[in-house]
């Protein structure tokens, strides 16, 4: 394996020295901030080094791809040539980027022609459906309001008020509401947390998800929750190489709660690492936060998924996300085959509508839900009867 030091200004630079050097195949052993060595270049702002890897294969492929582009290493560019380089795609890129003008207003062109159309369909569907809610008896209005207001899907909220209307009285309020709390209800399911095996062996629990929705600090919340609520052995391992923070973030909370961690930097190593918490009781796993648009990364997470073998794995998302983009999620993550949803950042939102969105489209159950950054205390078990309540909404 081929380990060098890459020093830069700031974290950007040093990474974009090791990409340019040993390429995306590059792993991150450690990033430290270091100072310069003198006493006038002590009071300067620290450096950033970065230690990074590859191995022998990657090296060698990688030198190959070097000399056959002309490219050079980071301290070996030359600018000149680079520059003269970019001008010419610069204007090879302002032809093309002209004759897509050109291709572009042909086609607004026709896309307004039939922009009118479009927007009367529209149009006469939108009416067409305020005057199905119009039709429908003042109270069920109401609680069909209620649910587009809490950002309820459209079309799931006709499915709840389809069925209020079939198993209560239209005149009474109270009948209504307790039908919807039940309908709701019985739409959310039974929440369910994590189980731990019987078996003396360790229950391996893996976290997945888009980027940003807080997965990581999530498990941290679990695995305080396992070791001081239910006093078991917790175990941490995070596959999260690719954000510079990440494993840091992790061992921090680790080193406060006395908690062992490593580091799986390949799918390959994710086993073994599993492995040498045999005596634990629970393996808490993170991975990359990751899009299906960046093949090569949401590749990994299949593969790491496979090859942990989890008991439990959990697909995080943030309550804010839009309903449209739930849906999307859910699709990209269909080749989990059993999976369960925490949803994070409860306190960042009024309106609960996209849980029950994301409920039905996934048709997986709910298990926890955060509620602010306090670890262990701002995590909890999936409260039905609480969600319904806010769906319902107010009824004056």
Known sequence: MKIKRYMGKNTQEAL???????????????????????IKKYFTKPMIEIMAAIDDDNAKARERELSKTGAFYPENVNTKNILSQKEEKIVELENKVSN?????????????????SIEAVKKNGDEARQTEAEKLPQIFQLLYGNLLKNEV?????????DQVARKSDSRNINDASLVMHSVI????????PIALRKDGKPTVILFVGPTGVGKTTTLAKLAATFMLSANKKVGLITADTYRIAAVDQLKTYAEILGIPI??????????????????????????????????????????LVAAS???SIFLVLSSTVSSKNSR?????????????????????????????????????????????????????????????????????
């Not at 897509?100 to 009118?116: A, F, Y």
């Open 153 to 161: 899907d459209e079309e799931i909220a006709r499915k709840i008020i």
């Open 185 to 192: 209800a019985s739409m959310f399911g039974k929440a369910e």
């Open 16 to 38: 974009l020295k090791v990409k340019m050097d040993l390429g995306n195949n590059a792993i991150i052993l450690n990033t430290k901030k270091v100072r310069q060595k003198g």
């Open 328 to 396: 999307e999620i859910i699709r990209n993550y269909e080749f989990i085959p059993n999976y369960r949803l925490i949803f994070t950042k409860l306190d960042e939102t009024p309106v609960y509508g996209n849980i029950l969105n994301t409920k039905c489209f996934s048709n997986k159950s709910l298990s926890y839900i955060t509620n602010g950054q306090n670890v262990p205390d701002d995590i909890e078990i999936v409260n039905i009867d609480r969600l319904s309540k806010n769906l319902l909404g107010n009824m004056s």
């Open 309 to 311: 073998n989890a008991d």
């Open 262 to 303: 490593s580091v799986a930097y390949s799918v390959m190593e994710i086993t073994n690492e599993i492995q040498k918490y045999s005596d634990k009781d629970v393996i808490l796993v993170d991975t990359a936060g990751c899009s299906y648009r960046d093949k090569q990364k949401f590749d990994e997470l299949k593969k």
């Open 100 to 116: 897509i003008e050109s291709m572009l207003q042909r086609v607004l062109n026709t896309v307004k022609t039939d922009s009118k």
